[in-house]
Structures are given as C-alpha cells and as structure tokens.
C-alpha cells in the first residue's frame, strides 16, 4: 500500500559532468524533468543503487543512442542520498489499484472532451506519464498529502539469456517530485569506475 517509507535509498543521476559538479558544489541544483514522455511523471530521475547504469545512459546520452532534450557533452554519475516520503511506490501490489484509478479517470476525461488517449509508442510512454500527472492533479485537488517520490522497477533491454524472463537492463527508477527528499550528493566510489571523466 502507498504510504510513508520510512527509509533511504542511494539512487544515481545521469548527467553533464558540469551540471553534476555545480550541483556537488551547491551552485545549481537539479531540474526537474517534464517532459510528455516521462514515464514516471514530472520529476528528477535516479537509478536506484546502479552507478553503472547511470554511467551507461549518460555515455549513450552524450554519443546520441539515447535521446535528451539537452544532449549531454561529458558523461557524469551524481549520486545521491533520497528519502522515499510519501512515495508512490509502485513495486507494492497494492499501489497499482492507484495506477488503474488513474487510468479510469483519465480515460473518462478524454472520452468526455472526445478525444483520443495518449499512447506509449517504444521509450515515448505519453500514456504512462498522463496517468502519473492526474495521480498527482487528482491528490491536490482533494488536498491529500502530494506524492514526494516515486518508485518503479522496469524491464528494459533483451532477455538476459535464451528463454530468460529477465531482461539486460531491468532496473528500479525513483522519480523525486518533491526535492527537499534528497539529502545529500556525492561521488560515487571508486571514481575512475563511475567517473572516468572527472
């Protein structure tokens, strides 16, 4: 069931090794993501406890196999330490029954202003996102608690063998919409193994 996770977790950004710097260095700080085809809705992105599949999406970020709005020039990996809060955690059963609310009403509004739903068509998920961005706009307009987080395990890639049921690149991902829930950022460790450009 969604409610307040009591707990921490490490969780790692992809990004330009200038933004990441600023950031470590209090200069800057994260912007939040909102984009139609963000999965997970409007937020700032982590991988939880995978440096390395940070570090290989900011590599393909940079050589143009994976598309950002702003490209990054040098790949960087911030990590960071970020309590759940009041997370939408979608890795509990219970939570899902929120996700296919979601997708009711919005349905229900699209079907009323007769138009046609968004769809996921490959890494654009429109559709995913609509139904997290009403989650969220249907929260406030009942003034209930907004969701600080959320969390999410995806499976991405082919089949990790012949046959698997696991995929090359299935992770977790937290989206922070609310960032006073990250409390801190650092370097993750050894450098040369996250960081090769530092």
Request: aromatic share 10%.
């Amino acid at each position: 069931m969604t409610k307040h996770q009591p707990f921490e977790v490490i969780g790692y950004h992809s990004c330009d090794r200038q933004i990441g710097l600023n950031v470590l260095n209090g200069k800057t700080d994260l912007i939040l993501s909102d984009n139609t085809w963000d999965w997970l809705g409007p937020g700032i992105y982590f991988w939880e406890q995978d440096p390395i599949r940070a570090l290989t999406y900011s590599i393909e970020s940079a050589t143009g196999a994976q598309f950002n709005k702003i490209r990054i020039k040098t790949p960087f990996v911030l990590g960071a330490i970020i309590e759940l809060g009041n997370c939408l955690n979608l890795v509990e059963s219970q939570s899902i029954n929120i996700l296919s609310t979601g997708f009711d009403s919005l349905r229900d509004t699209y079907k009323l202003a007769k138009k046609y739903l968004p769809k996921n068509n490959g890494a654009n998920r429109s559709l995913d996102c609509a139904v997290i961005k009403l989650i969220h706009q249907t929260n406030q307009d009942k003034e209930k608690q907004a969701y600080q987080t959320v969390r999410n395990a995806f499976d991405e890639g082919g089949e990790a063998y012949p046959g698997a049921s696991f995929t090359s690149r299935h992770h977790i991902q937290i989206c922070v919409t609310d960032p006073s829930m990250i409390k801190g950022f650092f370097l993750p460790r050894p450098l040369t193994d996250f960081n090769p450009n530092l």
